[in-house]
């Protein structure tokens, strides 16, 4: 590039970026799939892709035109990339973005304020807290809460967990775990998120502090199977220190009982986190909010903007119901937080990150631009769109329906007469792993109680019934494809 290389506030810096954003809008509209058909993942294997990586020199002495690497990366890169905007791509829970939100991204990185210090990010500060404030409001936290955004559901749960561990110790860890501490137990459900077990190692608690609470037919949390828990607990010396209850798990989108769940926190003096990574949108929605009744109880929670918020990854928040308990994350930095500056906030106090991106812009804007009644007919389109997916499964002779649909989320797998049960969990792998190497469908596959299970997970608001029906056409025939190669 031979141009200026930096925004310095010039008319030709600022003439330069246009040029730059234009060529890489052309870019992203040349990578897009074919019109009509299903192209969400790239049909060249895992060994071609290492191919072409292998043979791009990120580091080249001089500079190549722009235009020249942004058609190169457009034709390598973006042409590979799995499409999160085609229907047929139902795997995962990261979204389509809202375009407001993408195109505020590059006001995000060319104004590149770091959000660890007022005198790095003065406004961003304020709005950030006033974002996560407005968030507390809408889900029902009572005044005196606070937040902070994170990268992502893994990042709030480890800071949600890391406040329990210092709740139980009465305080910052400021030598280490007290001797009682190897007898604390976190209590979440078997459907909880992986990263719950991942912070109890990182608190030093180690995984199997989390103790794993059966759930019911529907994949919710068991209530009487936690009063045994607990009065297990009681009886052996164990000591809950935090009950963790999911709204909307990652396999089934179950959500947990919670106000229940907050009762035995309250009883039992734990903790109360609550991973609504997926369920915190339910808010937005009069219709769905009651299905998260008993969040506002929670003393933090996990609420990702980056899955039914549709934000650019990574976006996420972790908020808390009393904002003296983000006191213990407080570490003082001569250089950052200083004492004597106590008449600004520093929300490196809040954070395990120190530099961190203004990632309150992209929602803001985009929170701004869409407005909460047009967001919640996009989560209820997409409940709606789960619920009736489970009942064309069910309609489906060669499909079993694993779990009733929660929130956004269809379990089920392939299950055609005749074929025994180890074959039908082989089958299931071949049908997800076909759909994929074809890359025609990114279909989910887990386990579930023992068995290979399918899922479907909608966060495309776009996907329209016909599109989810056509899917579950294409799961059939792959699976009966499968069978007749293998006969
Ligand atoms: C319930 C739940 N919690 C936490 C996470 C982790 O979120 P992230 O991938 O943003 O770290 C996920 C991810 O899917 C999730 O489903």
């Not at 479907?456 to 029906?469: R, Y």
Request: negative net charge; glycine residues 8%; aromatic residues 4%.
């Amino acid at each position: 590039m031979t141009g200026p290389l930096f925004l310095d506030g010039s008319p030709a810096a600022h003439d330069a970026l246009r040029a730059a954003v234009a060529e890489v809008l052309t870019v992203l509209a040349s990578a897009d799939g074919p019109p009509g058909e299903h192209r969400p993942f790239p049909s060249a294997g895992p060994a071609r892709l290492r191919e072409i990586a292998d043979a791009i020199e990120p580091l080249p002495d001089e500079a190549e035109p722009l235009g020249e690497v942004l058609a190169d990366v457009g034709r390598t890169v973006l042409a590979h990339g799995a499409r999160v905007t085609d229907p047929w791509c139902a795997a995962h829970l990261h979204p389509p973005t809202l375009l407001t939100a993408a195109a505020t991204e590059l006001a995000i990185a060319a104004t590149n304020q770091s959000m660890d210090s007022y005198d790095q990010a003065p406004m961003a500060t304020y709005v950030e807290d006033r974002l996560v404030g407005r968030l507390n409001a809408l889900i029902g936290l009572p005044e005196g809460g606070s937040g902070v955004l994170t990268s992502g559901g893994t990042a709030s749960n480890l800071l949600g967990l890391l406040l329990a561990r210092d709740h139980a110790a009465g305080g910052a860890n400021l030598s280490g775990l007290p001797p009682g501490a190897a007898r604390w137990r976190i209590l979440a459900s078997a459907g909880a998120h992986v990263s719950v077990r991942q912070a109890a190692a990182v608190l030093g608690l180690g995984r199997d502090a989390v103790v794993a609470v059966t759930t019911d037919d529907d994949g919710r949390m068991d209530v009487a199977a936690l009063d045994r828990t607990l009065a297990q607990l009681a009886q052996t010396g164990g000591v809950p220190i935090a009950v963790v209850g999911t709204a909307g798990t990652t396999d089934t989108g179950a959500i947990d009982p919670l106000t229940a769940l907050a009762d035995r926190a309250a009883a039992a003096g734990a903790w109360f986190h609550v991973d609504a990574a997926v369920g915190s949108a339910l808010v937005l929605s009069d219709r769905l909010r009651p299905l998260v009744a008993g969040l506002e109880r929670a003393d933090s929670i996990t609420a990702d903007l980056h899955k039914l918020w549709w934000q650019p990854i990574g976006a996420s928040a972790l908020l808390v119901r009393d904002a003296d308990a983000l006191g213990s994350v407080r570490e003082p930095a001569d250089y950052l937080n200083r004492t004597e500056d106590d008449d600004v906030l520093n929300l490196v106090d809040r954070s395990l990150d120190t530099s961190r991106r203004f990632d309150a812009l992209k929602i803001l804007v985009s929170l701004r631009a869409t407005g909460r009644r047009r967001l919640a007919g996009l989560v209820e389109h997409l409940v709606d769109l789960a619920a009736k997916a489970g009942e064309a499964v069910r309609r489906r002779p060669d499909l079993e329906l694993l779990a009733p649909p929660q929130t956004v989320t269809v379990l089920f797998r392939c299950r055609p007469d005749g074929v025994d049960a180890d074959r039908l969990d082989a089958l299931n792998v071949d049908v997800q792993r076909r759909l994929l190497a074809s890359g025609r469908a990114v279909v989910g596959r887990t386990r579930y109680r023992g068995r290979v299970a399918l899922k479907l997970t909608f966060t495309n608001p776009l996907t329209s019934h016909d599109d989810v029906a056509a899917l579950l056409v294409a799961v059939g025939a792959e699976a009966s494809a499968g069978l007749e190669e293998a006969a």
